[in-house]
């Protein structure tokens, strides 16, 4: 199996579930990979997750495997492979399939941090 790209979670459970209602409580990078802020709630200043933020889910495997929300989908992040060829080339996808610059801000070389 290839080996998925290491980007760094900008969400992760903390190992704790909220006593009342049994959901995991979680942790945010205060900005996403691309650079963007954050966005959080106007009022109750409550995080919230957004299209390029990324997170470690549970597959049964030791390392889990690292996903990319996007468009209210979590994605699986590309392989290595598939980073090393776009860095190299003119062109480079987004999450949703299109075919942009790599310095796009929706591109994956974006999404992750590289650009």
């Known amino acids: 199996m290839p080996e998925q790209f290491p980007a760094d979670p900008t969400i992760w459970w903390t190992g704790k ?24 709630h106007p009022v ?20 889990g495997v690292l996903k990319l929300h996007w468009n209210g989908e979590w994605i699986p992040v590309p392989t290595i492979d598939e980073f090393q060829e776009w860095t190299i080339d003119s062109c480079c996808p987004t999450p949703d399939g299109d075919i942009v610059e790599p310095d796009a801000p929706n591109s994956w070389l974006s999404l992750v941090g590289l650009v």
């Open 17 to 40: 579930r909220n006593p009342q209602t049994g959901v995991k409580i979680c942790r945010f990078k205060k900005t996403l990979l691309n650079g963007k802020p954050r966005l959080r």
């Open 44 to 63: 109750t200043d409550v995080p919230f997750v957004t299209d390029g933020d990324i997170a470690k889910f549970e597959n049964g495997t030791p390392d």
